[in-house]
């Protein structure tokens, strides 16, 4: 059911399969990660598993701000206002607000950037290269590392979720299907 879920949300623009790939993998996720932080209780935001390790509110602000960070290694300016221009400006990010409501709108607003500019991308730019922290990359393999990198920070949220007995919507929807046919 979740791939064909993906698959439904991967459709419906002119673009290169990799990107319109990306755009559907890039909604799944993002509605993972939205339903997971919208589970969490306001007053755990602040939580974290360890000191030195990010909180929760800190791996959502974190994930936003890469989302920038990432479209701007391949050539797609941040929006007016939105600086991500080194490791003071992630670190700024991710202690700028615990704030839930502040948190999901930075959310929203950096998937929805990323997934209008690569709706825009033309597919001969994904064969260009860019410099990935010293690297050389292809704009193709930086934009697989951002999905990864939301899936990485997906999985970080779920342990987080379950070590503060939230259960991932998603997986409670199926637990109480499962009940119910019972």
Do not use: C
């Not at 974290?48 to 974190?62: F, I, K, L």
């Not at 989302?67 to 600086?83: E, Q, T």
């Amino acid at each position: 059911a979740w791939m064909l879920s993906l698959l439904a949300l991967s459709s419906g623009f002119a673009s290169g399969a990799l990107q319109t790939d990306l755009v559907g993998n890039l909604s799944y996720v993002q509605k993972q990660i939205l339903d997971l932080e919208n589970s969490i209780p306001d007053s755990k935001m602040t939580w974290r598993p360890a000191e030195g390790v990010r909180s929760v509110s800190e791996v959502y602000s974190h994930i936003a701000f890469v989302n920038y960070m990432l479209a701007k290694f391949v050539g797609i300016a941040p929006p007016a206002g939105i600086s991500v221009n080194g490791p003071e400006d992630e670190e700024k990010w991710e202690k700028m607000t615990t704030d839930k409501a502040k948190i999901h709108d930075q959310l929203v607003k950096s998937f929805d950037f990323v997934k209008a500019a690569l709706k825009k991308l033309p597919d001969a730019d994904l064969e260009k290269s860019v410099d990935f922290f010293g690297n050389p990359m292809t704009v193709r393999g930086v934009l697989l590392v951002l999905v990864s990198h939301v899936h990485e920070h997906l999985g970080q949220s779920i342990a987080y979720a379950r070590m503060l007995g939230v259960v991932p919507p998603w997986t409670a929807a199926q637990m109480e299907a499962a009940k119910a046919k019972k």
